[in-house]
């Protein structure tokens, strides 16, 4: 039998294919070429190269041929421990995932909402994980349209929920449901039942806009249409603050419908269906194609597309694709 022969040099891992590991493994518990090919199902020459590539990486001739079987070298002796330890472990991993298991995790998860989204979607996500997940953290954040796609690649945040946004190829998403708007107003002092908001008095009306920026009026394009206007008396970063304001003033708010129910309970505000002929708005949620597949990130992104869906209704047409 040839001795063996020391490390021309230590071999390194990004020089090496770990996959040739298997083939090591596999030489060893067959002892052979062929009953390697027939365990990892490869042909005998895949055996025979990936078994040329290990001896050049490790400088050792590995395995030597004493009548039909393949001896193990003494560093194939002395490695091949630890090697089938690692492999175990590999396999261990790949098991874990498969049996994924929401109640063992002890992780955090960064979450982009608006104020709107955090109000209908944390109170019952939140119930869930509490039942299911014990110990997982949650992080809500804010993150501006603009730079949404960059704070999810680099893993910023690990998933988001907005209005329908163009995104690049390395960032998948989902629609999650269509909001419609409604309009807040002043809840009537005395019993009487609210009266549904006309054009007329929504057009003579001033208006509290919720915006985070000195944009225009989002609504301004479509009342042009008809050939109408409202007149903006203060702008504001938050609904609540908006509908705060309205419940003293008397004045109007355009909001999404869902918040705007929550707010009623809360608040003395009243919630009318908007008189204007306006699509809702496209609600999407957001995600790194990096963390398609991972187990976490798809369990809580299940979670969150089944409380959104619960709290607003299904989308029209509810499909996933690449942005």
Known sequence: MT????????PRLDRIDLNLFRVLDAIHTQGGISGAARALHLSQPAISHALRRLRESFGDALFVRQGNR?????????????VQGHLRGLQGVLHSAEAF?????QMGFRIGLRDVMESITLPALLDHLAQQAPGVS?????????SLERELVAGEIDVAIERQTRMGPRVHGVRLTEEPLAVVSARPTDATRPRAISLRRYLETPHVLVSMTSDADPLEPLLALGGHSRRIALRCQHYFAAAQVVARTGWLLTMPRTYARELARVLP??????????PPLAIWMYWSADRDADPAHRWLRELLQAGARQVMGPARRSHARRE
């Open 3 to 10: 001795a063996a022969r020391p490390f021309a040099s230590t």
């Open 138 to 146: 949650l992080a809500s954040r804010r993150v501006p349209r603009e």
């Open 101 to 105: 298991d929401p109640a063992s995790l």
């Open 70 to 82: 393949m001896l193990p070298t003494e560093l194939t002796r002395r490695i091949i421990g630890e």
């Open 269 to 278: 505000v009243a919630v009318s269906p908007l008189p204007l002929p306006v």
